[in-house]
């Protein structure tokens, strides 16, 4: 167990509708990475956080946004879901500082099929 | 723009027979090296780090090595159970604060009994 927790884990929605996939990160981490995870195109970074501001930005297309809130869960929104949006969808996380470690850890993804 | 590159992409081993998985990589600045495990449908499980040309780092049957444009993953005497995707990735330095990895595309490795 990473310690990284995301739901749901599974969803199915149709195309057009919008979701939410929720992430709470390992306790004191303050970082946090979105990673999409398709058959044919491996693991895509999308967005990371950083104590509630956006630090960097990947693949990440505009029809998704993302959020870290007070608390440092985060939230990923898919809005005008297309069936190529159907992926897994990994939440990660790391600790503050290079002293703590470098090491981002993984949660067990959310599953969404747009159908 | 940072790049991964893993071969083989998928490797077919007996249990017992030994073998390297290779990872080559180009990027600005390296700041670390990571190979991770993924099982099918789960999360990618964190293996190692390596910093600078010459770390070496071993974990079980796992043995990983890195050199200024490659690193290795040398598996000694697989069991079944080490079937897996092995995942390398690269975390570069940049002044923007960002750490995200960049992930190579993997190796499917399969030991049968």
């Known amino acids: 167990d990473s310690g990284v927790t995301q739901t749901p884990k599974h969803l199915i929605t149709a195309t057009g509708q919008r979701v939410t996939l929720r992430c709470s990160p390992r306790?004191?981490?303050?970082?946090v990475y979105w990673y999409q995870q398709s058959l044919d195109q491996g693991l895509q970074f999308l967005i990371q956080?950083?104590?509630?501001?956006?630090?960097a930005k990947g693949n990440i297309l505009e029809r998704f946004s993302a959020q870290q809130f007070p608390d440092l869960h985060s939230e990923l929104n898919l809005s005008s879901l297309e069936l190529g949006d159907s992926a897994l969808y990994f939440c990660?996380?790391?600790?503050?500082?290079?002293?703590?470690?470098?090491?981002?850890?993984f949660g067990e993804g959310s599953w969404l099929t747009v159908v | 723009e940072d790049q991964v590159t893993q071969s083989p992409e998928a490797l077919r081993l007996q249990e017992g027979e030994s073998s390297s998985l290779n990872c080559s990589y180009t990027?600005?600045?390296?700041?670390?090296l990571f190979w991770y495990r993924q099982d099918p449908g789960k999360g990618p499980e964190f293996l190692f780090t390596?910093?600078?040309a010459g770390e070496e780092k071993e974990k079980e049957r796992l043995k990983a090595t890195l050199t200024k444009k490659e690193s290795f993953l040398h598996i000694t005497a697989p069991k079944p159970e080490d079937s897996a995707t092995y995942l390398c990735?690269?975390?570069?330095?940049?002044?923007?604060?960002?750490?995200?990895?960049?992930f190579g595309s993997g190796t499917r490795l399969q030991v049968q009994p």
């Open positions: 990735a690269v975390q570069a330095y940049t002044d923007t604060g960002r750490r995200a990895l960049t």
């Open positions: 956080y950083y104590n509630g501001e956006e630090r």
């Open positions: 390596l910093y600078s």
């Open positions: 990660a996380s790391s600790a503050a500082s290079a002293l703590s470690g470098n090491t981002i850890y």
């Open positions: 990027v600005s600045g390296l700041r670390g």
């Open positions: 306790s004191g981490d303050l970082s």
